[in-house]
């Protein structure tokens, strides 16, 4: 398989380090930095409602430190009123749109966008209009991927996070799960959408999720923070990516339309 499979590096949780203890060690970009001397091809980051990890004054440096290196940055925003202005203020590459609760460890699962198509589709229109690349974070369901290009969204972004869930904990739903990803990306795919994927995967669950030939993003990011902490992050993401690139050599040829 030819096209290369492009890795976004989700630094979210430098900060979270950093705001344990305050002051302004670790620093997310000196992170991005490194992730990109790497081998990564862009930066993400998640700027939440209650700022417990990401800040305002990251995502402007972020913003000027991708700029700058000519890479993007992907802004994942939940659907409120003062992320799209926060977003439309600094103009990432591209902008995810993902649910997003209080209350919540991490996201716990894709946005629901058939419900949510009349708040969706204005903030997609008003983050297209200002030349920002939109995807979805959703699952792996037809009916979600259908409302994703109905409310103008170029890009889906594929929950993994049962996938690699099932995997790591020996259950046998990983195959059917992996299955309903594998189908999801070729319904999006035909729908014109670029798909990408990701949220909890490790060295272990990548593999098969890198090698579904329409996939031509993944965004990984807490598995590899953690990593750092024992092998280093450059190491950590040059592993990653060797693992990306092999599973996507080894898997048989196809459209990826």
Do not use: W
């Not at 708040?119 to 209009?129: C, E, F, K, N, Y």
């Not at 890198?210 to 280093?232: D, K, R, S």
């Amino acid at each position: 398989m030819s096209a290369r499979l492009r890795l976004g590096i989700n630094i979210d949780h430098v900060a979270t380090i950093r705001n344990a203890r305050g002051g302004s060690a670790p620093d997310p970009s000196r992170a991005a930095e490194l992730a990109l001397a790497a081998g990564a091809d862009g930066i993400t980051a998640h700027l939440r409602e209650d700022r417990r990890h990401i800040s305002d004054a990251d995502i402007e440096a972020l913003a000027v430190l991708t700029r700058r290196r000519g890479l993007p940055l992907n802004f994942e925003m939940a659907v409120t009123e003062e992320m799209k202005a926060i977003a439309l203020r600094h103009r990432p590459h591209a902008a995810c749109l993902v649910p997003e609760r209080r209350e919540e460890v991490t996201t716990e699962g894709g946005l629901d966008v058939a419900k949510g198509h009349n708040t969706i589709a204005p903030v997609v229109a008003s983050l297209r209009d200002a030349g920002i690349r939109v995807s979805l974070f959703v699952e792996a369901n037809p009916i979600q991927i259908l409302a994703a290009r109905d409310v103008g969204a170029q890009v889906v972004e594929l929950h993994t996070g049962a996938y690699s869930d099932a995997v790591r904990e020996g259950r046998p739903e990983a195959a059917r799960y992996l299955q309903a990803l594998r189908d999801a990306a070729a319904q999006a795919a035909g729908l014109g959408l670029e798909v990408h994927a990701g949220h909890g995967l490790d060295y272990e669950t990548v593999g098969p999720i890198a090698a579904i030939p329409q996939v031509v993003e993944l965004n990984i990011g807490h598995f590899l923070i953690g990593e750092a902490i024992f092998t280093g992050l450059e190491a950590a993401i040059r592993r990653m990516r060797l693992l990306m690139d092999h599973a996507r050599a080894a898997a048989p040829a196809e459209s990826a339309a």
